[in-house]
């Protein structure tokens, strides 16, 4: 009950993430119904295309969170990371930190989208199939299954600077953090929620080669082996398995070290037990607020200790609601473009 609790709190999040930022224009309410009448089938399509691209590569579960996650924080849910850069300007998908999302992910969202145009062309909205591949693929991981709110636009622009300037970075503290998703209309529990999508996925050494190698201590600025709030066994295993890291900066390192493609809460008991650290919010729940306040003090103890329902998280998560006046219609997902087909209502 907890898990799945836990799981529908950050799957709705992100499914409704749109409205992290409020669109310039009126809103349209999203719909699981959107594409009832203009193509049944769109769901179907989505779920069949992206269940084989994730037997073929695993990865893609985890690429396509983060991708979906990077999309919707900036800006809201509206495709504008799937925009490759042209000759004339760089586009959100080359900023700096994105660099690292997975073309696997991608490519899913291109097979999705090729699928559909063959049944409904220019219907279906590029930030639906991202949102709709989510949501299959938490499903297809162990996670449950959730309604998604449709009928979100994709944008009509992509720039790198916001998503530079907006995404959190694997530096950041916790106080950052906490202020950054706040800005978002985050609360710290969606913050942690939303943080153990972690549980999919790896982290390349480079984003936590400052707890393993060279570690001072931030206090008095003593040399340690490595991050003492780390398991050492666990930090003595990364280091082995990122020495060569600078010359190899390929190599990386699980999130959830226990069930790593697996999405459930096993992110959060291992960082209980000293082993997060991959990622971001762990490291900094470690080190900046210091071992007196440990991870789980801040995370979610929440649905069911609490009276919040998962409909409750929903609603506070997100006004799901869709920017009338973002409209970038079209048969791809890669370009500006604009067609004929997309609804207008
Ligand atoms: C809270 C602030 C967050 C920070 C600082 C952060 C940072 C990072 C970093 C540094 C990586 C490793 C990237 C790499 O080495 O290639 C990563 C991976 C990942 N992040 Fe986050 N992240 C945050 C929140 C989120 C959220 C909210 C989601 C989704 C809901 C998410 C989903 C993922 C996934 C699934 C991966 C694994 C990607 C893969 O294996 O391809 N992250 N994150």
């Given at each position: 009950m907890?898990l ?78 799937l ?8 586009s ?17 969202v ?13 219907v ?8 709709l591949?989510s949501?299959v693929?938490?499903?297809l ?41 706040g800005?978002?209309g985050?609360?710290?529990q969606?913050?942690?929620a ?9 982290s ?33 295993g ?7 890291y600078?010359k ?11 069930t790593?493609?697996?999405?459930d809460?096993?992110?959060f008991?291992?960082?209980?037990r000293g ?21 789980s003090?801040?995370?979610p ?19 799901a609601?869709?920017?009338?006046q ?7 997902c ?12």
């Amino acid at each position: 009950m907890r898990l799945s609790l836990l799981v529908v709190v950050v799957a709705a999040a992100l499914s409704c993430a749109a409205a992290a930022s409020p669109p310039a224009g009126g809103k349209m309410p999203l719909t699981p119904d959107f594409y009832k009448q203009t193509c049944p089938r769109a769901e179907r399509i989505i779920a069949e295309v992206i269940q084989s691209k994730q037997m073929e590569n695993p990865t893609t579960a985890a690429g396509v969170l983060r991708v979906f996650f990077h999309d919707c924080f900036v800006g809201g849910c509206d495709a504008s990371v799937l925009i490759a850069s042209n000759q004339f300007a760089k586009s959100e998908h080359d900023a700096e930190i994105n660099l690292s999302l997975p073309g696997d992910a991608f490519d899913a969202v291109v097979r999705a989208k090729l699928a559909l145009e063959m049944e409904c062309p220019g219907v279906v909205s590029c930030a639906d199939i991202l949102s709709l591949a989510s949501g299959v693929l938490v499903t297809l991981t162990g996670g449950p299954r959730y309604p998604v709110p449709l009928g979100r636009r994709d944008s009509l622009s992509s720039s790198p600077a916001a998503a530079d300037a907006e995404l959190p970075h694997s530096n950041f503290t916790v106080d950052r953090l906490i202020q950054m998703f706040g800005a978002k209309g985050f609360s710290v529990q969606e913050l942690v929620a939303l943080s153990g999508a972690h549980t999919l996925g790896f982290s390349h050494c480079k984003e936590f080669a400052d707890r393993i190698f060279n570690y001072r201590d931030k206090k008095d600025g003593k040399p340690e082996p490595f991050d003492p709030t780390m398991n050492p066994s666990f930090a003595r295993g990364l280091q082995g398995a990122c020495k060569d890291y600078l010359k190899d900066p390929t190599i990386a390192a699980f999130n959830d070290i226990m069930t790593p493609g697996k999405f459930d809460n096993m992110y959060f008991i291992n960082l209980e037990r000293g082993l997060g650290g991959c990622s971001t919010p762990t490291r900094s729940c470690g080190r900046t607020r210091g071992p007196s306040r440990s991870c789980s003090s801040t995370h979610p103890t929440p649905p069911s200790s609490s009276t919040t329902s998962a409909a409750q998280w929903r609603s506070s998560a997100c006004s799901a609601s869709r920017p009338a006046q973002r409209e970038r219609s079209g048969r791809r997902c890669d370009t500006y473009n604009h067609g004929p087909n997309m609804p207008t209502n």
